[in-house]
């Protein structure tokens, strides 16, 4: 089955500091990536779809600055949180699709990140 | 705009009992695809089952089974011999297919009773 890697799972780190992650299809060429943030006890909300060479598009109320998406290939996105402070923390997951309407999205394991 | 709704934010269940978790979405879509997710404390996201709206007959896997009522706009999902496996949170979700976002439901948190 596909497979979307995602990493890391696990991010503890200081105020201030910029905080990269990574999602990865591993056996199947995804055009379409999708971010999503999960609050404790809440459900998930998508933040940005990424289309690999073009840009990312965002939902209303994302900071596009604050969390820079990057879609270079077919099997790579990158989700960069900016400067994260306390409220950036959360539970980030991204999805990945081929451009076939009938192909469910194939979700990576997740990030939980903590800011301190 | 599309929306999901779980009326349930909490469901339990005894063990080997069946339970019936529901959804409803709002769409002017006459073609898309409905999902139910499981995701565990691990908050890993597990796809259960999957219904195509043009298609009439509901879908199964195995213990779970939807009844898809597509001019009501609902969605539910039976769980049959529920195991203490399947406590968990449940979403269930929308999309058009391709390369568009899911959206979704509330979730509804299931709890199985030994």
């Known amino acids: 089955g596909a497979v979307v890697s995602q990493h890391p799972s696990r991010v503890i780190c200081k105020s201030g500091t910029s905080v990269k992650i990574e999602c990865r299809s591993l056996?199947?060429?995804?055009?379409?990536m999708f971010w999503y943030r999960q609050f404790p006890k809440q459900s998930l909300m998508l933040m940005a779809t990424?289309?690999?060479?073009?840009?990312?598009?965002?939902e209303q109320g994302v900071e596009k600055d604050k969390f820079l998406i990057n879609h270079a290939s077919l099997t790579l996105s990158t989700l960069t949180v900016t400067s994260a402070h306390p409220e950036d923390s959360s539970f980030y997951i991204c999805?990945?699709?081929?451009?076939?309407?009938?192909?469910?999205?194939?979700f990576g394991d997740g990030t939980r990140l903590s800011i301190l | 705009a599309q929306t999901v709704t779980q009326s349930q934010p909490e469901m339990s269940v005894q063990e080997a009992e069946t339970v019936t978790l529901s959804c409803t979405y709002d769409?002017?879509?006459?073609?898309?695809?409905l999902f139910w997710y499981k995701q565990p404390p691990s908050r890993q996201m597990i796809l259960v089952i999957r219904?195509?709206?043009?298609?009439?007959q509901n879908a199964t896997e195995n213990r779970f089974s939807v009844n898809f009522q597509k001019a009501a706009k609902s969605f539910s999902l039976k769980i049959s011999d529920s195991q203490l496996g399947d406590a968990a949170m449940y979403f269930c979700?929308?999309?058009?297919?391709?390369?568009?976002?899911?959206?979704f439901g509330k979730g509804t948190r299931l709890s199985v009773i030994a």
């Open positions: 979700a929308y999309t058009v297919g391709g390369n568009t976002p899911l959206v």
């Open positions: 219904q195509e709206a043009y298609k009439q």
């Open positions: 999805s990945a699709s081929v451009d076939r309407r009938n192909q469910p999205q194939h």
């Open positions: 769409t002017s879509e006459s073609d898309y695809y």
């Open positions: 990424s289309n690999e060479g073009s840009k990312a598009t965002y």
């Open positions: 056996d199947f060429q995804a055009t379409t």
